[in-house]
């Protein structure tokens, strides 16, 4: 399935404009994609959003 065309990718605000470490993430249907700021081309992963959001609440509570 070729989602990569229609996603809107996105950097963390916590990632400062002069930061050049980071990840991009852009919503998909029932899922979050997930990829390389530096290395875009080489493609994203894509996760349920069911799991995303239980990734993102472990990390806001400091559990990762």
Same mark, same amino acid.
């Given at each position: 399935?070729?989602?990569s065309r229609? #996603? $809107?990718f996105r950097k963390s605000s916590y990632s400062g404009a002069t930061t050049q470490n980071c990840v991009e993430v852009a919503d998909a249907p029932a899922a979050a994609? $997930? @990829?390389d700021s530096q290395n875009p081309e080489r493609g994203h992963l894509l996760f349920p959003g069911v799991e995303w959001k239980a990734f993102l609440t472990d990390v806001k509570h400091? @559990? #990762?």
């Open positions: 399935m070729e989602t229609h #996603l $809107v994609a $997930v @990829r400091d @559990r #990762l």
